[in-house]
């Protein structure tokens, strides 16, 4: 079946330095993507979306890049900071489906 | 604080038995969704709402059921419990349901059976 998933199940990087999660998809009518962040206990945070028609989009200290030709979305952190660290899941949608989810990536950030 | 509230949020019970979770959606929000998430499987898509009438299905179990009231909050009836329904369920909310609305999670149910 089709399924998003992500390239490394954790990351460990220092604070300050700039992080860049991955994540492959496999479904090529999939036309909307989304990046989570969810810290221990709590619920998924939206960080930032983007969709088919972009390449690129920026947020605060976020950009999130998606290459069609892969199959490829990632997210980058800049200047990560402790507070940074979490799970980070990428999910797909395609029109009139829901979301559907990786299986996460692991942060670290040490100080 | 997203403003999707979920209750309760902790909550134990034995197997064979019958839990209801509940929901209520973000201020102006009309689709409703249910996520299941366990250590092995990631978050599940369960099922989605919007404005009380079913819109997609996902992995959602037979002895699992939920629907949205009129007043839009939501009711996730799970029965039959068994151990593996043990996880963390998430209620999610978004405008209107539409693809590339944003979805705002709940903290989440966490069920244990034992």
């Known amino acids: 079946g089709e399924s998003v998933g992500l390239h490394l199940p954790t990351l460990s990087v220092q604070e300050g330095d700039n992080s860049i999660i991955n994540c492959a998809y496999s479904?090529?009518?999939?036309?909307?993507f989304i990046w989570y962040k969810q810290e221990s206990g709590k619920g998924p945070q939206f960080i930032i979306d983007?969709?088919?028609?972009?390449d690129k989009r920026q947020g605060q200290r976020v950009t999130v890049l998606l290459n069609k030709t892969v199959k490829h979305l990632s997210l980058q952190i800049a200047a990560t900071q402790p507070g940074d660290s979490a799970v980070y899941f990428c999910a797909e949608a395609q029109a009139g489906t829901a979301l559907i989810f990786g299986k996460g990536t692991t942060l670290s950030v040490s100080s | 604080d997203s403003g999707v509230t979920q209750t309760p949020k902790h909550l134990i019970t034995a197997t064979g038995q019958r839990v209801t979770l509940r929901c209520s959606p973000r201020s102006g929000d009309l689709s409703v969704y249910w996520y299941q998430q366990s250590l092995d499987q990631g978050l599940q898509f369960l099922i989605q709402y919007y404005n009380g009438e079913e819109r997609a299905k996902g992995n959602i179990l037979e002895r699992f059921s939920a629907q949205q009231f009129p007043d839009l909050h939501s009711e996730l009836n799970l029965s039959s419990l068994e151990l593996g329904d043990s996880a963390l369920y998430f209620c999610?909310?978004?405008?209107?349901?539409?693809?590339?609305?944003?979805?705002?999670f709940g903290e989440g149910s966490w069920l244990t059976v034992v």
């Open positions: 999610a909310s978004s405008v209107d349901g539409a693809t590339g609305n944003t979805i705002y």
């Open positions: 479904n090529s009518a999939s036309d909307y």
């Open positions: 983007i969709r088919s028609n972009m």
